[in-house]
């Protein structure tokens, strides 16, 4: 082993920061996930604070309400529905790049798409209830323009599954598409013009060269995907959905609701339990899905 770090000493001391940084931010902090079994008291801290009586006694507020199957539910289906669809956007967008000829079209295009990765939730949120008001929406008047009746968007709970699923591609999909795109310009040139000679179209050469070598990025990008799935986007949700309760039924998640009830409450050690259940689910999606990926697709596995 000191051969081997003596040997590979320089990349090592690469990647020296980042795993301070995954220390400091990542693991130095699960100490605190004790908090979740405590009676905590913010003057006493963490580790001085009581023991919960009973040990359970802070994950009971979560299970015995009404809502926790409801935000279970939407976390988990909203999220694959991220995921879902997001991953198919993100290929298309990249294969769409990488057939693109023009260099400065190219560009442009990609310019164009990654800009609003870079524009807060709190923007995008403004930006959302500008278009889907029902008094001076852009969408509602355009409705009424056309001679149909407006639809007052903030009190449809049916209908905002999709419309966040729209408004999270349009805002993450020139980011996410990148990788996608990176792994299509290291597939070797020579692949395509052999499937040319062959007469293959390009569909073709989509179908059998390009899908093929993207499946295991494919693979690898979705497993660290379902490894967030409990973890909501917070800022995404909070800044579109707010405090609306007529929209909890399909957009309500964990997150938001934590964040209400610690608002309302301040019950440190019910909000640790919470991300305590997050964490435990989360790890059973990822492990179940990472055997399912071993199973087929074994070198894209993450172990």
């Given amino acids: 082993m000191l051969k081997e770090l003596n040997r590979h000493k320089a990349l090592y001391v690469l990647t020296l920061p980042a795993m301070l940084l995954l220390l400091v931010f990542s693991y130095f902090p699960m100490a605190g996930i004790i908090i979740a079994f405590k009676d905590f008291n913010l003057s006493t801290g963490i580790f001085q604070s009581s ?34 669809v997001g991953t198919i956007v993100n290929v298309g967008l990249a294969i769409m790049f990488n057939e693109i000829r023009s260099v400065w079209f190219k560009r442009l295009s990609q310019s164009l798409t990654l800009l609003p990765y870079f524009i807060s939730w709190i923007v995008v949120g403004v930006f959302a209830y500008n278009l889907l008001s029902y008094e001076h929406g852009m969408v509602n008047e355009t409705m009424a323009g056309w001679g149909m009746d407006k639809v007052d968007w903030y009190s449809k709970p049916e209908a ?45 050469q989509i179908r059998y060269i390009t899908l093929p070598l993207l499946r295991p990025t494919v693979v690898v990008l979705t497993l660290l995907a379902v490894g967030h799935i409990m973890n909501s986007d917070f800022g995404m949700f909070y800044a579109l959905v707010g405090d609306n309760s007529q929209l909890y039924s399909t957009v309500d998640v964990i997150d938001t609701f ?5 608002r309302g409450s301040g019950d440190m050690g019910m909000a640790a339990a919470a991300n ?28």
């Fill in 258 to 262: 934590v964040f209400r009830s610690l």
């Fill in 51 to 84: 023991w919960a009586n009973p040990i359970y006694e802070n994950f009971q507020y979560f299970f015995t309400s009404s809502s926790w199957v409801r935000v279970t539910r939407n976390t988990i289906l909203l999220n694959l529905l991220f995921i879902a």
């Fill in 276 to 303: 305590f259940y997050q964490s435990v689910l989360a790890f059973a999606l990822v492990y179940f899905c990472n055997r399912i990926a071993r199973k087929y697709e074994s070198d894209s596995a993450l172990f």
């Fill in 160 to 204: 905002w599954p999709i419309l966040i699923a729209i408004i999270f591609i349009w805002k993450s999909v020139g980011y996410n598409s990148i990788i996608y795109l990176a792994t299509l310009m290291g597939i070797d040139n020579t692949l395509y013009e052999s499937a040319r000679i062959d007469g293959a179209t390009k569909i073709q």
